[in-house]
């Protein structure tokens, strides 16, 4: 049988520096939850630092798609 841990249900993004640039915005990942494939984002835009809890994972580009892999 062995020893299976048992994944957790959040994904810490913050140590990887996942960011993209959409439009005038800058969107830095910050944790990803898996249970429900919500992002937690922080996006600058002008200068102003908002906070994103529930950002979907679908509305990120391909490529970063790519990055994170939820299916692991």
């Known amino acids: ?3 299976r841990p048992k ?3 959040f994904t810490h993004l ?3 520096r996942i960011s993209y640039i959409e439009g005038d915005k800058l969107i830095n990942l910050v ?4 249970d ?3 992002l937690e984002v922080t996006i600058t835009e002008n200068g102003v630092v908002t906070t994103d809890t529930a ?3 679908a509305h990120l580009p391909k ?3 790519q990055q994170l892999n939820p299916l692991q």
């Open 7 to 9: 994944h957790t249900a």
């Open 36 to 38: 429900t494939n919500a």
């Open 14 to 16: 913050v140590a990887r």
């Open 1 to 3: 049988m062995g020893f």
């Open 63 to 65: 490529k970063v798609k």
């Open 55 to 57: 950002f979907p994972f």
């Open 31 to 34: 944790s990803f939850n898996r």
